[in-house]
């Protein structure tokens, strides 16, 4: 079992941006220190739901203060992104890191950003498959050129390009962010795992997996194959640790809430759509009786039932849910030292 942390370099009431982004690295630090396999990054713009605009540029900085873990994007948000320009971003990552890089990518929402970054609302809403299929194509190929929709364009080398990692994979790994069943088939028939958020349960998630097997059977993929890439399946979610359970709820319920709607009530979408947004005390409640939240032991449990009833067995665990530096350190700290050794 792979278990590793998810930061969204939150911005909690009454923080700095400054704050936020300096608990996101130290997050990742104390991650590596405490024996996790795993950071993933997320990337937000114009909201402090999230303040790192740059999953990949994090990463990069979070690759040089680390020496084992891996660094990982949940996600790039490709339809805002140029994918050969991400693609550079990320065989650079990849070769410079020795291989510690894993490319997320997903589809993100119909905001605001589509407008500032130009792209527009096709591109969320009918580009992704086609910006997807470029990026695998320029981390897999030494020469690329295009004659799509939305992206055209000569033959050019692929600098740097794949294969140059001596002694390791060709290209970086590549998982999808899948919150649809368009997606899950999209991510099967390409051959990737997919990142399944933590709003899931996991009747929700072995859904998904069980539809993606299906999608890559019928894409023509062997047991072997299907296997092995499903092995990279990712599920993400929520960890707090307390003595008693109750503490590690309340610490979550006192604390989320108020980040959550200050930070979803800032998304603005791109064409004035409406949106239903959760209510933050009882998303915050069904994340605390979804996830490993609660004693040791019992997120220990809550681990190990999830893999066995999804087949997942790699995690992405949100640790600054109490918006402080040090509990969420101390957070960190008590995974590895004491939820790791009860998953063995």
Known sequence: MRVGTFVLAAQFP??????????????????????????????????????????????????????????????SVLPSAHPVALGEQAALLHVASGGRFTLGV???????????????????EQGFPESL???????????VGAQGERFAFREVAVV?????????????????????????????????????????????????????RRCAREAGRDPDEIARIGAGHVSAGVVQLADRGADAAE????????????????????DGRHRAMRDPVAYTELLCGLHPVGTPRLAADRLAATAERTGITRFALLAEGSGELAATEENVRRLGAEVLPLLV
């Open 133 to 143: 299929d470029l990026l695998l194509r320029w981390l897999r190929e030494p020469r």
């Open 160 to 212: 740097p390009g794949p294969g140059e990692l001596i002694g390791g994979p060709a290209s970086p790994e590549v998982v999808v962010a899948c919150t649809s069943p368009t997606s899950v088939r999209l991510a099967a028939e390409r051959g990737l795992p997919m990142l399944l958020g933590m709003h899931c349960g996991d009747e929700e998630k072995a859904e998904a997996v069980a539809l993606w």
């Open 251 to 270: 610490a979550l319920v006192k604390a989320m809430p108020g980040w959550l709607k200050q930070g979803l009530d800032a998304h603005v979408t791109v």
């Open 14 to 75: 009454g923080q700095g941006q400054q704050e936020a982004l300096h608990r996101a690295v130290r997050t990742a630090e104390a991650a590596e220190e405490a024996g996790l396999d795993s950071v993933w990054l997320a990337e937000h713009h114009f909201v402090p739901y999230g303040v790192c605009p740059s999953a990949v540029t994090l990463a990069g900085l979070l690759l040089g203060r680390t020496r084992r873990l891996r660094v990982g994007t949940a996600v």
């Open 106 to 124: 997903g589809r993100g929402g119909p905001w605001v950003d589509l407008e500032v970054f130009g792209a527009g609302l096709p591109a969320y």
